[in-house]
């Protein structure tokens, strides 16, 4: 994509700067919405959009949910994005100390603290792999608040 700020090439997509602000987006069967407070559709786990660490999920909270218009071959398209706010990893200390990350791993479960990345990723929906039901408490061998993390993919 070019941005519009750049000189104009008839054969590369527009990328306008321009996004509408909305509270949730769907896909499917699936419903994808900003947190508020409440938990539900705001937690997903996602493959890294660059690439980085193509096996292991990202795991976040979706902060904002933006839809772009843009030119493409001189037609309007919209599609939504997603800024997601990653949880933070637990230590390698406390890795160990993880109830689930030993005993289940075939059941996708693991802690994470309750705690957000500063620096929020920018996701489209194809990212996303799954939502995840999340259990807030303060595992007593780590001794700070934790959110476990249970992914609902149907893989």
Excluded: W
Excluded at 110 to 118: H, Q
Excluded at 127 to 135: E, T
């Amino acid at each position: 994509y070019r941005s519009i700020f750049d000189p104009l090439v008839a054969s590369e997509p527009l990328l306008l700067d321009g996004v509408q602000h909305v509270s949730s987006t769907s896909t499917g069967a699936a419903r994808y919405a900003a947190y508020n407070g409440r938990t539900g559709d705001c937690f997903v786990t996602y493959s890294d959009p660059f690439g980085l660490d193509s096996e292991a999920p990202q795991v976040g909270r979706i902060e904002d949910v933006l839809l772009h218009r843009r030119l493409v071959d001189g037609e309007a398209v919209v599609e939504p994005f997603l800024l997601v706010r990653n949880f933070k990893h637990l230590s390698d200390q406390d890795k160990r100390n993880d109830p689930y990350r030993c005993s289940v791993q075939k059941l996708d479960i693991f802690l994470c603290y309750n705690e957000v990345e500063e620096d929020m990723t920018l996701i489209r929906l194809e990212d996303i792999r799954a939502h995840f039901a999340a259990y807030i408490y303060t595992p007593e061998k780590i001794g700070k608040e934790c959110i476990v993390v249970r992914s609902l993919s149907r893989d």
